[in-house]
């Protein structure tokens, strides 16, 4: 994450939370602009054109928001953005935001990685585990890796988690090797 979209994020974060905007909404609304902007070559284009004004770029932003619905504060991030000429970052504003209310509220991502498809149980169960390793609430991505063998390998943050069999028996040939 860059420091520029860090910065954005923080000030974006700071007027959603004094809002007591509900983040849930303000995140629909920020994947709806995404959709929007990934799906449109157009629209990356004429926000990237330096030719065009950037009071112009905003007229047209909010023309797209009638459709669209942002709250103002997601509206009025994008149109800094853009008088900013920094439009291009808007998925690195918006990964950046949601990783720091993510920390605000107290979760975690974490990575998990099985040799087998779970079930919702072994899920669930799973997801719990990870959450008191972790001592927070987690948002679990699940990952399929047969290599593994079995077992599970957990990422949170820079911290690696093995209980995988593959990783076991690589400790066991090192202390093997080592002694």
């Given at each position: 994450?860059?420091a520029?979209a860090?910065?954005y994020?923080?000030?974006?974060?700071?007027?959603?939370?004094?809002?007591?905007?509900?983040?849930?909404?303000?995140d629909?609304?920020?994947n709806?602009?995404?959709?929007?902007?990934d799906?449109s070559?157009?629209?990356?284009?004429?926000?990237?054109?330096?030719?065009?004004?950037?009071?112009q770029?905003v007229?047209?932003?909010?023309?797209?928001?009638?459709?669209?619905?942002?709250?103002?504060?997601?509206?009025?991030l994008i149109?800094?953005l853009?008088?900013?000429?920094?439009?291009?970052?808007?998925?690195?504003?918006?990964?950046?935001y949601?990783?720091?209310?993510?920390e605000?509220?107290?979760?975690?991502?974490?990575?998990?990685?099985t040799?087998?498809?779970?079930?919702?149980?072994?899920?669930?169960?799973?997801i719990?585990?990870?959450?008191?390793?972790a001592?927070?609430?987690?948002e679990?991505?699940?990952?399929?890796?047969?290599?593994?063998?079995?077992?599970t390998?957990?990422?949170?943050?820079?911290?690696?988690?093995?209980?995988?069999?593959?990783g076991?028996?690589?400790?066991?040939?090192?202390?093997m090797?080592?002694?």
């Open positions: 994450m860059s520029l860090s910065r994020a923080n000030a974006f974060l700071e007027v959603v939370t004094s809002a007591k905007l509900d983040t849930a909404a303000v629909r609304q920020l709806d602009f995404l959709a929007t902007w799906g070559a157009e629209l990356r284009a004429l926000f990237s054109n330096p030719a065009v004004a950037a009071s770029k007229a047209f932003l909010d023309t797209l928001n009638k459709k669209l619905g942002m709250a103002v504060p997601l509206r009025n149109a800094v853009i008088d900013n000429d920094r439009i291009m970052s808007v998925h690195d504003v918006a990964e950046a949601r990783q720091q209310m993510q605000r509220l107290g979760i975690k991502q974490a990575e998990i990685v040799a087998r498809e779970l079930d919702a149980i072994e899920r669930e169960a799973l719990a585990g990870v959450g008191k390793l001592g927070a609430r987690i679990p991505t699940f990952k399929l890796d047969k290599s593994i063998l079995g077992g390998v957990v990422r949170i943050g820079s911290t690696v988690y093995d209980g995988s069999v593959r076991r028996l690589e400790r066991l040939r090192e202390e090797n080592a002694g």
